[in-house]
C-alpha cells in the first residue's frame, strides 16, 4: 500500500521547522506506523538524507516513549493506541499524513518528532511517590487494599506518561498526567499521610513548568493510549483544594 | 567439585588463568546471607556523603538501587539512554514477579522457591546466591506494596497470586498484565524522589560508552550526551552496571529497540570477566513474524499459559481454519508429553517442542511457524468475564497486532528470543571481576543458570538493586582509600579519546548499506546457529560468517549525520558493532560447552526423547571468558558444587 507522508523536519530547538513530503509505496497493512517510518528512514540514509527523528523504545505501547500527531490527532486515528501499536491497516491506500511533534510550551522541540518532556519528571519528583525508604515496609498483607480500591488505583497507575493529554490540551494542561498520579498514590491508604502535601507540591510545579490551565475540555481523555478517565482531574482539584484550604494560616487579627 | 578436564587450546580459545572466587560464605546455605552482613565493613553515615556512586541504568535493578543508596546517604550519578528514566525497559514486563510468601497456603516456602529455581537453571547457578535471592523475594513485595504498587487483590483485600511455567505453587504476584510497568514506577518515583533531594543527580539521555579503570579499579564512564552529541566523562569511587540484557544481538526479540550491550562489552574489553554468554532465552508464547519489515517481536504473557492450551493439528499441512479442526484431530502435545506440568512446563521446553512440531510440518499460520493458544475451553469454563479480567489487555494487545479476535479464535503464538541469563561475571557481592565495578540485574550472570524461571527476573533486579548491593557496595568502599581523581587525567583522556575516534570512524565510513541491514543479517546467523537449538557444524559456519559480516560492517556501513547532535543512527551504529563482537563470542561459548542444560540445547547432546543432557563431570562450571587483546579469548571456569539440590536430569512429565 502506498502512504503520502507530511512530516515536520526541525534540525534542533533553535532552528525553523517545516514540513516535508514523502510518498512512500510498498507499505504493508500489517506494519505498525512506527515501521513504516524505518522503512521510510531505510530510504533516506541509502539517499543520504538525514532519516525522520522520532521517540520509540518497547514498541509495546507501555514505555511511552513514542508519539506525535497524525492527522492533528494524538496518537492518531485509533482509540488506546500508541502510534507504535498503530498498524497501517486502519489507513487507506493513498492516503495523506501529516505527522507533527508535540507542541507544547513546556515540551521544547529537540529535533523532528521528538520533544522534551522532562518537566513530567520533575512533576514526579516533587511530590509524586509514598516516602518509603528501602527496608522500612511492613509486611505486604498487613494493611488490607479493598479489590475495588486496588483497581480504581492501577487504573490511574496505568498512565505511560507519553504526553499526549498535554498535546491534545487546546491549553497544554498537564492535569491528566498529574492527577492520574495524585489519584493512584491518594487511593491508597499508603498514600493517605502524604495525600495533602503530595497535591500542594505536584500542583504547584505543573505551573511552574509552564503547563496550562484545565479548563474541562476533555481532548486529553479521548486520546489517552491507556484510557485514563478526566475523574483524576476532579480527585486532583479536591485534594488540592482540601489541602490548599487546611494549609491556610488562621488569620491573626 | 574436582572439574575433570582441563581447558585445552584451541584455535577458537586459550586457558586463562583467573581465580574466580564466588566468596559465599561458608556454613549452612539458610544463614549465609546474615553471616555475610554481619562480616562486611560499614561506611560510617558521616563518611557516605563523601563517596560518588554511578549508577548506569535506570530499569528496576539501576533505579532500586541509585534510590537505596541515595537513601542511605551517599552521593549518586544515574545515567539512562531514553529521555526519562521511567521508560527503561523493564516497564515492558508483563506476567509477575515471585515471593516466597506462602499467602497460598500451597506449601510455598523459602526453600522451595530456591529449590525450584536452581533445578529450573538446570543445575548451571551457584546456589548460594539463589538462596539468598529466594531469602529476599518476601522483602521485595513488601517494599513495593509499602510504595504504592497497585497488586491484584482478593475480595477480602489481600494480595492475589497465580502460578508460572515452571512451578507447582502460585506463588507470582502480579498488577493486570502490566507488573513491570507498576514495579518500575515504584523504583522510579522513589529514584525521583532523591533527585528532588539532590542526593542523586539524574542524566537522561546520556550513554555509557566506556568504562574507565585507573590503578585496576573502576573509577568513572566516558559517556555520550544523545543531543548535544558531547563526549564527557565522570569520575567516581564505584561503577555500577545495571545495563539489562543483550538479546537484541537478535535483531529481532521481545526487548525494546534500544536495549543494547554496550556498556557490559565496553567492560569486558576492560577487563570485566563475562560469564556464560551463549545462555539465551527463547520465550516460548511470542506474536509470529509477520512480515522482513518487523522492527521486534511482541510477547504474550507466559501467564496465559495458565489457561490456554497450547495445540497443533494432529496431521502436517492441516490448513483448515482452527475452528473446524475436530478435537480428535488437535495434537496438545505439551499436555500429552509432561502430563504432570502440562501447558505449564519451563520455558526451554515448551519452546523447543513449539521449534520442534513446526519443523515436523505441523506449524499454523501463513509461514508454519506458529502453534495455537487457544482459550475455548477456560472460556467455557470461567465465563468471558474472568478471561478478560485476567487477561484483558493482553488479548487486546494481540488483536492490536494481528487483527484478529482471541476470545474467537485461537491465539498463534511462536518462540522469540527473551532474555539472556548471561553476562558479566559476579561474586557474592556482585561485583566483578575488576574491583569497585558491580554488575546488578539483567546485566549480570548470576542467578539463573542456564534457563530462568518466569517470574523471577522481577524479582532478581529488585533483590540487587534494594537489597544486595547498598550492603556489598558499602563493604568495597570501606575496605579501599579513593584518592580524589581528576577527569583529566591520563586513563581518562585515553578512553575518552578512543570513544571519540570510533564515533567519528563510524561516520566517516559512508559506505552502502544501513546499521540495520547489518544487524538483521547478524541477528538471522545467531538465531539459525545460537538460538533454540545449537550443533557444533553450525556453530562453526556462524562464527566465519560473523568475521565476515563484522568485516563488511566496518568498511560498508552507511551512519548519516554528524556527531554532535541527535543521530540515531550512530547511535544504533555503535550498538550493533559491539553486538557482532558480542556474537562470536557467545558462539565460542556455545561451541565449547558440550552438554545440552537449560535454553542451551546442543543437538548432539540429547536423550532418546529429545531432552537436554546435561554433561555435570565436564561442565559444572561458569565459563567466565576474558578479553585477550585481538588473540582468541581466555576461558576460565568458575565449578559449581551443589550440597543442597541434588543435580537430577530435570523431569517435567
Ligand atoms: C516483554 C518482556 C516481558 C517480561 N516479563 C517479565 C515478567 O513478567 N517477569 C519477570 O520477572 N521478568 C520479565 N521480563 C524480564 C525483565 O523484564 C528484565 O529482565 C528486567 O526488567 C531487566 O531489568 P534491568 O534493570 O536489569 O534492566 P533494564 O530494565 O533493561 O534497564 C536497563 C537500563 O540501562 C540503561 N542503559 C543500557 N545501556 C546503557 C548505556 N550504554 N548507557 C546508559 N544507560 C544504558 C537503559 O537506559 C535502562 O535504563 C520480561 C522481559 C520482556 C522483554
Ligand atoms: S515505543 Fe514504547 S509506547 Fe510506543
Known sequence: ?253 | MQLTETIETTRLWRPGSLSLAANAPSGPIERAWDKARFEMKLVSPANKRKHEIIVVGSGLAGASAAATLAELGYNVKCFCFQDSPRRAHSIAAQGGINAAKNYHNDGDSVYRLFYDTVKGGDFRSREANVYRLAQISVHIIDQCVAQGVPFAREYGGTLANRSFGGAQVSRTFYARGQTGQQLLLGAYQALERQVDAGRVKMFPRTEMLDLVVVDGKARGIVTRDLVSGAIESQAADAVVLATGGYGNVYFLSTNAKGSNCTAIWRAYKRGAAFANPCFTQIHPTCIPVSGHYQSKLTLMSESLRNDGRIWVPLNKGDKRAPNEIPEAERDYYLERRYPSFGNLVPRDVASRNAKAVCDEGRGVGEHGLGVYLDFADAIARLGRGVIEERYGNLFEMYQRITGENPYQTPMRIYPAIHYTMGGLWVDYQLMSTIPGLFVIGEANFSDHGANRLGASALMQGLSDGYFILPYTIGNYLAAHKFEKIDTLNEEFRAAQDAVAERTSRLLQTRGTRTVDSFHRELGKLVWDFCGMSRNAGGLEHAIGKIRELREEYWREVKVPGAAKEINQSLEKAGRVADFFELAELMCIDALHREESCGAHFREEHATADGEALRDDARFSYVAAWQYNGGDPPLLNQEPLSFEYVHPSQRSYK
Request: net charge negative; with cysteine.
Open chain 1, 1 to 253: 500500500m502506498k502512504l503520502i507522508f507530511h512530516i515536520w523536519r526541525q534540525r534542533d530547538r533553535g532552528s525553523p521547522g517545516r514540513m516535508v513530503r514523502y510518498e512512500k509505496d510498498g507499505l504493508n497493512p500489517d506494519m505498525s506506523m512506527l515501521e513504516a517510518l524505518d522503512v521510510l528512514n531505510e530510504d533516506l540514509t541509502i539517499k543520504g538524507e538525514d532519516p525522520v527523528v522520532f521517540e520509540h523504545d518497547c514498541r509495546e505501547g507501555i514505555c511511552g516513549s513514542c508519539g506525535f500527531m497524525i492527522n492533528g490527532v494524538a496518537h492518531g486515528p485509533l482509540l488506546k493506541t500508541t502510534v507504535c501499536q498503530l498498524t497501517l491497516r486502519h489507513f487507506e491506500n493513498g492516503q495523506e499524513l501529516y505527522l507533527e511533534p508535540w507542541r507544547a510550551k513546556a515540551f521544547p522541540i529537540l529535533r523532528d518528532l521528538m520533544v522534551d518532556r522532562s518537566a513530567f519528571d520533575r512533576i514526579i519528583a516533587s511530590g509524586g511517590y509514598i516516602s518509603t525508604p528501602t527496608g522500612s515496609a511492613p509486611d505486604g498483607n498487613v494493611i488490607p487494599i479493598s479489590k475495588e480500591a486496588a483497581e480504581r488505583a492501577m487504573d490511574a497507575a496505568a498512565c505511560i506518561g507519553c504526553g499526549a493529554c498535554v498535546a491534545a490540551c487546546p491549553n497544554a494542561s498537564a492535569s491528566l498526567f498529574t492527577g492520574a498520579k495524585i489519584s493512584h498514590l491518594g487511593l491508597l491508604p499508603q498514600g493517605q499521610p502524604e495525600r495533602a502535601s503530595r497535591a500542594l507540591r505536584m500542583v504547584a510545579r505543573m505551573n511552574e513548568e509552564g503547563f496550562g490551565q484545565c479548563t474541562n475540555i476533555g481532548e486529553c481523555e479521548a486520546v489517552c493510549p491507556k484510557g485514563i478517565r478526566l475523574e483524576v482531574i476532579s480527585r486532583m482539584n479536591h485534594d488540592f483544594l482540601k489541602a490548599s484550604w487546611a494549609a491556610r494560616q488562621p488569620a491573626t487579627d
